[in-house]
């Protein structure tokens, strides 16, 4: 940890309002699936458009756009700029999606405002660093490759509103072609994207992989950027899904096989339960990217649109949350181990990070996420299914919430009694 800048860590209560918020929206993704018997039920589905949506902004956002707020200033020298923003950024971000939610389930004329909400709330957080992050200096393809996934989240927002006003009636676009290009900037450039700029870094630090080279560094920029941008033009010109579907499946794959082989290769192993969440998430996405394949493939025995609700079910409800979820209990404990050693008298000895956060509880919400991860899949047979599913889902995200509380709790407790951990 000694590349990193701790003086400039942010108030601690800035990136947990975001990071807290993210398995709550867990939670309300398990409660859906279990209670609502058409969450599944297609691509199209008012139901499924949802649920997509309660998981890649409410989960998958906030643990991404709170990470970015811990990690721009301590590991990549970037000012956080417009920080006064971030407050009411997170709520319009948060209050679109009970709005996309609820337009979703009959309350139509929302759906435009749910669509424009997170669209401003993201731009308070997607402009302010972007001149930082490309200028020259240390770290330079680090922060680029996370200007470029903030800039593909911007594209992200923009296809996703052009989407809703298509909904709504106005325009004449195929809708079909803006919402892949929509998933493409999203999957591709923004998670993937981010998870690989950012990964750079906490791979290797937090599990104790080989460093990340800068030629490897190089060849996954090019890859995040050009893939997304060409395979969403092309969708918008006309070029068939298949494109989308193919392009989304390699650069999983790509992603997927560069975090096993530096697990693979790892001299130092360390906070194991953080690695299986990471193999358990790679893995899930090298069989959600088979999944898509086989959308591509005209068989009698394969059905393409079971298989694409496969791949969107194992990717967004399984492989990214494993990762960031993983990721979500570290940064978390670290955020608070920072947090102490900036409120403490220099010389006083703080706890560390594993005992703010023990490897036992980490373990337990592991176990419950993988439990889940297997019947998810299962939950596309029909609501019984779905429904035991979903329990499980919310429960597992509740205990992720669990683990976190009594982090902080911990933390405060060393405050006011420093003696008791001595």
Same mark, same amino acid.
């Given at each position: 940890?000694? =590349?990193?800048?701790?003086?400039?860590?942010?108030?601690?209560?800035?990136?947990?309002?975001?990071?807290?918020?993210?398995?709550?929206?867990?939670?309300?993704?398990?409660?859906?699936?279990?209670?609502?018997?058409?969450?599944?039920?297609?691509?199209?589905?008012?139901?499924?458009?949802?649920?997509?949506?309660?998981?890649?902004?409410?989960?998958?956002?906030?643990?991404?756009?709170?990470?970015?707020?811990?990690?721009?200033?301590?590991?990549?020298?970037?000012?956080?700029?417009?920080?006064?923003? %971030?407050?009411?950024?997170?709520?319009?971000?948060?209050?679109?999606?009970?709005?996309?939610?609820?337009?979703?389930? +009959?309350?139509?004329?929302?759906?435009?405002?749910?669509?424009? &909400?997170?669209?401003?709330?993201?731009?308070?957080?997607?402009?302010?660093?972007?001149?930082?992050?490309?200028?020259?200096?240390?770290?330079?393809?680090?922060?680029?490759?996370? +200007?470029?996934?903030?800039?593909?989240?911007?594209?992200?927002?923009?296809?996703?509103?052009?989407?809703?006003?298509?909904?709504?009636?106005?325009?004449?676009?195929?809708?079909?072609?803006?919402?892949?290009?929509?998933?493409?900037?999203? =999957?591709?450039?923004?998670?993937? =994207?981010?998870? *690989?700029?950012?990964?750079?870094?906490?791979?290797?630090?937090?599990? =104790?992989?080989?460093?990340?080279?800068?030629?490897?560094?190089?060849?996954?920029?090019?890859?995040?950027?050009?893939?997304?941008?060409?395979?969403?033009?092309?969708?918008?010109?006309?070029?068939?899904?298949?494109?989308?579907?193919?392009?989304?499946?390699?650069?999983?794959? *790509?992603?997927?096989?560069?975090?096993?082989?530096?697990?693979?290769?790892?001299?130092?192993?360390?906070?194991?339960? %953080?690695?299986?969440?990471?193999?358990?998430?790679?893995?899930?996405?090298? &069989?959600?990217? %088979?999944?898509?394949?086989?959308?591509?493939?005209?068989?009698?025995?394969?059905?393409?649109?079971?298989?694409?609700?496969?791949?969107?079910?194992?990717?967004?409800?399984?492989?990214?949350?494993?990762?960031?979820?993983?990721?979500?209990?570290?940064?978390?404990?670290?955020?608070?181990?920072?947090?102490?050693? +900036?409120?403490?008298?220099?010389?006083?000895?703080?706890?560390?990070?594993?005992?703010?956060?023990?490897?036992?509880?980490?373990?337990?919400?592991?176990?419950?996420?993988?439990?889940?991860?297997?019947?998810?899949?299962?939950?596309?047979?029909?609501?019984?299914?779905?429904?035991?599913?979903?329990?499980?889902?919310?429960?597992?995200?509740?205990?992720?919430?669990?683990?976190?509380?009594?982090?902080?709790?911990?933390?405060?407790?060393?405050?006011?009694?420093?003696?008791?951990?001595?």
């Amino acid at each position: 940890m000694s =590349g990193l800048a701790f003086t400039r860590a942010p108030p601690a209560t800035r990136p947990l309002r975001f990071l807290l918020t993210a398995p709550a929206w867990g939670m309300v993704a398990g409660v859906m699936l279990a209670m609502d018997p058409h969450a599944l039920a297609g691509r199209w589905s008012p139901s499924t458009i949802a649920l997509v949506h309660v998981f890649t902004l409410g989960l998958l956002g906030n643990a991404m756009l709170g990470s970015l707020q811990q990690f721009l200033p301590v590991a990549a020298a970037t000012p956080l700029r417009g920080a006064r923003w %971030l407050p009411l950024a997170h709520a319009a971000l948060n209050l679109s999606l009970v709005l996309f939610v609820l337009a979703f389930h +009959g309350m139509h004329a929302l759906l435009l405002s749910a669509a424009l &909400l997170p669209a401003t709330a993201l731009g308070l957080v997607v402009v302010p660093p972007l001149l930082d992050l490309f200028r020259r200096g240390a770290q330079r393809l680090l922060r680029a490759g996370i +200007g470029a996934a903030l800039l593909a989240l911007a594209a992200t927002a923009l296809l996703g509103v052009l989407a809703a006003a298509l909904l709504r009636g106005y325009g004449t676009l195929p809708l079909d072609r803006v919402v892949d290009a929509h998933a493409m900037f999203g =999957g591709g450039g923004w998670v993937l =994207g981010l998870l *690989a700029a950012v990964g750079s870094v906490t791979v290797p630090m937090f599990q =104790g992989t080989p460093q990340v080279s800068a030629r490897m560094q190089q060849a996954w920029m090019a890859v995040a950027i050009v893939l997304p941008l060409a395979a969403a033009l092309a969708r918008l010109c006309g070029a068939p899904a298949g494109v989308v579907a193919l392009a989304l499946a390699v650069q999983a794959c *790509a992603f997927a096989g560069a975090v096993l082989w530096l697990q693979w290769r790892a001299p130092h192993r360390r906070n194991p339960s %953080l690695v299986r969440f990471w193999t358990a998430g790679c893995v899930a996405l090298v &069989l959600a990217a %088979l999944a898509a394949c086989a959308t591509l493939v005209e068989a009698p025995w394969i059905d393409t649109g079971t298989a694409g609700m496969l791949a969107g079910t194992i990717a967004l409800g399984i492989g990214v949350p494993l990762l960031l979820t993983g990721m979500l209990l570290e940064i978390v404990a670290f955020i608070s181990w920072v947090d102490l050693r +900036g409120r403490c008298p220099r010389g006083m000895r703080i706890p560390a990070v594993g005992r703010l956060l023990p490897e036992e509880d980490k373990r337990r919400a592991l176990v419950l996420h993988l439990v889940a991860a297997l019947l998810l899949p299962a939950a596309l047979l029909g609501p019984r299914a779905a429904f035991a599913a979903g329990l499980v889902l919310a429960t597992a995200h509740a205990a992720t919430l669990a683990c976190l509380l009594r982090c902080l709790r911990r933390a405060r407790h060393f405050l006011h009694h420093p003696e008791a951990y001595r």
